[in-house]
């Protein structure tokens, strides 16, 4: 069965740190780029980081030096560390995984809630 589902999501304070998880299953992740996007109340999802099959990643401006993407293809699953947080990050975070052999195939998980806040 085909699944993309992340988790790690909660209530944080500003300054601090939380880690997501995307777990997949039903497809051989190491095919696919996986990436992180996210979306506020009120605006358009952005895409936050990805990286390749290769490893390697790419990170919006807004996130340099804070998050930190990586994935183990062994486990299927891909990761977000994300330190220093900032009210702003408040979103729901998405996981997307999209196929280096057909790029038309993509899949979406269902999203985690993310809450900087004191």
């Known amino acids: 069965q085909l699944q993309v589902v992340e988790s790690g999501g909660g209530l944080v304070q500003p300054g601090g740190s939380m880690r997501l998880s995307c777990a997949t299953s039903g497809f051989t992740m190491a095919n696919y780029a996986m990436a992180w996007f996210r979306q506020a109340p009120g605006k358009e999802r952005e895409g936050v980081s990805c990286?390749?099959?290769?490893?390697?990643?790419v990170y919006v401006d807004s996130v340099k030096g804070r998050f930190t993407i990586s994935r183990d293809n062994a486990k299927g699953t891909m990761y977000l560390q994300m330190n220093s947080l900032r009210p702003e990050d408040t979103a729901v975070y998405f996981c997307?995984?999209?196929?280096?052999?057909?790029?038309?195939?993509?899949?979406w998980g269902q999203g985690t809630q993310v809450t900087v806040s004191s």
């Open positions: 997307n995984a999209q196929s280096v052999i057909t790029p038309s195939t993509t899949y």
């Open positions: 990286i390749n099959s290769r490893a390697r990643t």
